[in-house]
């Protein structure tokens, strides 16, 4: 460093360009070798021989410390005496050698015995520069140099000492760090036997330097010595490898990092550590060792000075598009000076604009990037600070913003640079168009799986396509189809609640994010099904505009119900009129164009107008229905036939529902059907039912064939509603039986049904047969069901049957007595004592309870039924039981017990044991063959008695006649053997 320090100066001096050569020669006599350094510049004159030759007398002192001089005191070359104690130098001027050995002759050749003592105790050492020689035998200087510095190398240790500092990659070896420190040096040529020579030039092609001088006020340095104080220039240098900023740093191929030398020069290398990724170079004063800077206020006002230029070498970086905040030095310092300039750099850097802002980072076409100051900055933390895209997408909106990776956040924040969560940045973030929340979204979407960032964007701002914006994706609604509405439609839906994202915001992969957030895909049915659509259609005959509403939900209805090929699809116009009966609202104007609902119009030339009632429905508007066509208009409920609704569910106790619904008769219905069942709130599920039955005035047979002839409306007709375990007949075959062209009950002519029955019309064959059960038309009587059987009662009484069809009718009564409603009849057909049809009043009629009461013909008229039935049947009909009537009081003369044959209990392993046999018996003062008591036993005249007895009394009705066998045969094995193959299971 010391002979690179004279090379630089003697360039200097005489205004060239400074080069240096450092050869290393072997020796061919075997020894150490000599080490050449030759340079350019000014020779050397008398007056720096004298300043080599007087210690603290350095002629390159100039005024006031002339500009480009680094070396001072004459003390640097003194150096070169750690390799050599005979060095010579040649210059252009002449040649002069310096001596230890003959040094020390002099000295004891013309000395004071004292001194001679003195280099004696010395062994010989005493000072090498004191006495200039002659040097006739000096190296030559070689061509293009001024001036060589020729040094025999003392012994081997200093020939290794010399190559390693000579040696390439060498911290503080020769290489670009020597000539950043001298900057009149422009060239070091190195050449090692053995090794091709090294060529150090063009240091500025690998580095970024900034230099700056300056003067000290002499009151800095009044604690110097003298020739401190004389020197008022100082000078420094800040050096970045290329590259060392990122990627908007200048290439090239500068120095690895670890190659810097990691401490202040001042010029040479000092032992003050400066782990920065930076070289600086600067003339402190130097404490009395040369290897630390001495402290005061020359070297604070130092200090000062380099902090505020490497804030402005920073500042050049951001300006290329460098990562200028990288370069900053942050925490504990290695040393005092260290420190101390970290705090200044720091300290400074909060008002240098060397942070670049995302939204013009330069780069592209070479523009500039916008540099900001730290307290002008704001920077994201947290999920996505360090995400470029991100970053990227945000920066339009959020003015200031810069990238802030994670390992900047302390650094960021001592510069006082503003820090957001990402939850508080999309709070203030200014509102987006459609593209940059495009943008946005597609830059948020890989936060989308972590749990934290997922909450931070609960507020993230989305554009609507009706021109809004709203805090939050949740709810929002995502179209799959992006022309499915428009922003005039979007507007029309707004007002009622539809937030629709505009489909330019919701492309890409943004999608996926703002579904994530709660926002929902939507085809044209999940719009059209939205609250808010429904609120539009009830609204519709109040709005501002009907016709722009009108028109919005049609085009959704059309987008629906249009198949392939731009066909309607009849099953979805099926679907979407039955399932979204609430489009029935919309208000559409009718024929002189007067606004209705679309369930009050029908279209021209339909069974709708052939059926329903003109002062209630009216056509369609011709413009409305030639500009949508007859699919979409039936879809949302103009009429075209009877109007199918199908209900999710439907509340039998609120008769509200009812009429939203449209449904004629449903209180009526409720009460006469469900009233013995119906609980507060009670609601069927899943039913289909036909809207406005009471406006049908003609065409029944075309009505009742069309419901039929489709599968929802044949099960509107057909299908059993059903609450709790209870399955009743459903509203419109209810309503049918009781207001249709078809009399409640019927048969089919040339059928096997009771001609007491009324014939039904020729018409209602064609219909299936289903539907014709449904409605009351019955081929026999025993085909009929428990909604035939109030009809049928009714019937019975106004035309007696044939005994055998009452029986029939009973039979039917006992199985339905528990699911039907009906009120109690005033009178019916019941059988006399003969056992002929009669009709009573039905206060004199009884419902016999069991075989045994069926044996009292003196109570009334009576109603036979299976005995499990006639409590059911007695309440359904509101009549007396046999036992109502009779107290049931036993008289016998007394018997004997009878045994009932062990065989028999493979009949009814519960039957009694035994029988009572009596000759005679009365119940209250009647003859009776039998009677089973409370207890179960049974009282009889003979043994077919007591097998009819014993099957009452297990509830075994069916097994007396078996029983009757058993008991009466003389062998009760063989009896049972014959019967028991011919029993029921």
């Known amino acids: 460093m010391e002979l690179a ?5 003697a360039a200097a001096d005489a205004g060239v360009e400074g080069r240096l050569l450092l050869r290393l020669l072997d020796d061919p006599a075997g020894g150490p070798g000599r080490l050449l350094a030759a340079n350019t510049g000014a020779p050397l004159d008398a007056e720096g021989v004298q300043g080599l030759a007087t210690l603290r007398a350095s002629a390159k002192a100039g005024p006031a410390g002339a500009p480009g001089v680094v070396g001072r005191f004459g003390v640097g070359f003194a150096a070169v005496l750690a390799v050599t104690d005979a060095p010579a130098i040649r210059s252009s001027t002449g040649a002069v050698r310096f001596s230890r050995t003959e040094s020390a002759a002099l000295l004891r050749a013309g000395a004071s015995p004292g001194l001679v003592a003195e280099v004696d105790r010395r062994e010989g050492h005493v000072p090498a520069l004191r006495l200039p020689f002659p040097a006739p035998d000096a190296a030559q200087v070689p ?3 001024d001036t060589v510095v020729d040094l025999p190398l003392r012994d081997a240790e200093a020939r290794a000492a010399v190559e390693a500092l000579l040696a390439p990659g060498v911290r503080h070896g020769v290489g670009d760090v020597l000539l950043l420190a001298l900057p009149a040096l422009a060239e070091v040529v190195v050449e090692v036997p053995g090794h091709p020579a090294r060529r150090v030039t063009d240091v500025g092609r690998r580095w970024r ?6 003067r000290h006020d002499p009151a800095d340095l009044a604690d110097r010595g003298v020739e401190d104080r004389r020197r008022l220039g100082w000078q420094l240098t800040w050096a970045l490898p290329a590259g060392a900023a990122g990627p908007g740093d200048e290439t090239g191929d500068g120095p690895a990092p670890a190659l810097l030398p990691g401490v202040v020069c001042a010029p040479t290398p000092t032992d003050e550590d400066l782990p920065w990724p930076a070289v600086l170079v600067a003339t402190f004063p130097l404490g009395p060792d040369r290897r630390r800077l001495a402290p005061g206020r020359a070297t604070d006002a130092l200090l000062d000075a380099a902090a505020e230029a490497y804030c402005a070498l920073l500042t050049e970086v951001a300006a290329d598009g460098g990562d200028a905040p990288a370069l900053l030095p942050f925490g504990l310092g290695a040393g005092r000076v260290d420190a101390e300039l970290r705090r200044r750099v720091l300290d400074r850097a909060r008002d240098a604009p ?8 330069g780069h592209d076409g070479g523009a500039a990037p916008l540099l900001l100051r730290p307290s ?4 994201l933390t947290g999920a996505g600070a360090d995400d470029p895209a991100l970053l990227a997408a945000l920066a339009p909106a959020l003015a200031g913003l810069i990238a802030a990776p994670r390992s900047a956040d302390r650094l960021l924040t001592e510069l006082g640079v503003a820090r957001l969560g990402l939850a508080d940045v999309l709070d203030v973030l200014p509102g987006l168009d459609a593209t940059g929340s495009r943008d946005l979204f597609a830059a948020l979407a890989p936060l989308a799986a972590d749990p934290s960032a997922r909450e931070a964007m609960s507020g993230l701002p989305v554009p609507l396509l009706d021109g809004r914006r709203v805090h939050g994706p949740r709810g ?6 992006p022309d499915l509405l428009d922003p005039a439609a979007a507007r029309v839906f707004a007002g009622h609640g539809l937030r629709v994202v505009d489909p330019v915001a919701s492309q890409g992969p943004g999608r996926d994010l703002l579904l994530r957030l709660g926002a929902r895909e939507g085809g044209a049915w999940a719009v059209l099904t939205d609250p808010a659509v429904r609120a539009a259609v009830a609204a519709s005959p109040d709005a501002e505009d009907p016709d722009e ?14 198949g392939p090929g731009g066909a309607p699809d009849e099953d979805a116009v099926r679907r979407t009129a039955q399932d979204l009966p609430w489009l029935a609202d919309l208000a559409l104007p009718d024929e002189v164009d007067d606004l209705a609902p679309a369930g009050a119009l029908l279209l021209p030339g339909t069974l709708a107008e052939r059926a329903l009632d003109p002062d209630d429905v009216v056509p369609v508007a011709p413009d409305t229905l030639r500009e949508w066509g007859s699919a979409v208009l039936r879809a949302v409920g103009v009429l075209s036939g009877p109007a199918l609704t199908h209900l999710d569910e439907l509340d039998l106790g609120d008769p509200g529902a009812g009429e939203e619904a449209g449904l004629a008769g449903f209180a009526e219905y409720v009460e006469d059907v469900w009233g013995d069942v119906l609980d507060e709130g009670a609601a069927v599920p899943d039913v289909v039912v036909v809207r406005d039955l009471d406006l049908v005035v003609g065409a029944w047979p075309e009505v009742l064939a069309d419901l039929a002839g489709t599968p929802a409306g044949l099960r509107a007709l057909t299908a059993p509603w059903c609450l709790g375990e209870h399955r009743r007949t459903g509203l419109t075959s209810w309503w049918l039986r009781r207001h249709g062209p078809l009399p409640e009950v019927s048969r089919t002519a040339g059928g096997r049904a009771p001609a007491w029955v009324p014939v039904a019309p020729g018409w209602s064959a064609s219909l299936p047969a289903a539907a014709r059960a449904a409605l009351g038309v019955l081929p026999d009587l025993g085909a009929a069901g428990a909604e035939d059987l109030p009809a049928l009662l009714r019937l019975s009484a106004e035309q007696p049957p044939a005994p055998v069809d009452l029986l029939v009718l009973w039979g039917l009564l006992g199985r339905c007595a528990g699911d039907v409603v009906l009120a109690a009849p005033p009178r019916l057909a019941a059988l006399d004592a003969g056992g002929r049809v009669v009709v009573a009043a039905a206060g004199d009629a009884v419902v016999v309870e069991s075989p045994a009461w069926a044996q009292r013909t003196d109570l009334g008229p009576r109603v036979l039924v299976p005995a499990h039935a006639a409590v059911a049947v007695a309440d359904l009909l509101d009549l ?10 036993v008289e016998h003369p007394g018997g004997e017990e009878r045994e009932v044959p062990a065989a028999a209990a493979v009949l009814a392993p519960d039957l009694p044991g035994s029988w009572r046999h009596v000759e005679r018996l009365r119940c209250d003062g009647e003859p009776v063959r039998f009677w089973v008591g409370e207890d179960g036993g049974v009282l009889a005249v003979d043994a077919a008695a007591a097998a009819a007895g014993l099957a009452q009394a297990v509830g075994r009705w069916s097994l007396r006649t078996a029983l009757a066998e058993v008991l009466t045969a003389a062998d009760p094995t063989a009896a049972l053997a014959a019967e028991l193959p011919g029993l029921p299971g």
Do not use: I, K, M
Not at 354 to 361: C, I, M, Q, Y
């Open 376 to 379: 002008s900055a704001v920077a």
């Open 5 to 9: 320090q004279n090379a630089a100066d």
């Open 209 to 214: 330097v900034l230099r700056r001088t300056g």
């Open 549 to 562: 509403v009108a028109g919005a939900v049609l085009d959704l209805v059309a987008a629906v119900v249009t």
């Open 880 to 889: 007396d039981l046999s036992s109502d009537r009779a107290a049931g009081v």
């Open 354 to 361: 060397l942070l670049v802002a995302v939204e013009h980072p």
């Open 143 to 145: 061509a293009g140099y």
């Open 476 to 481: 929002t609604v995502l179209l799959d189809d």
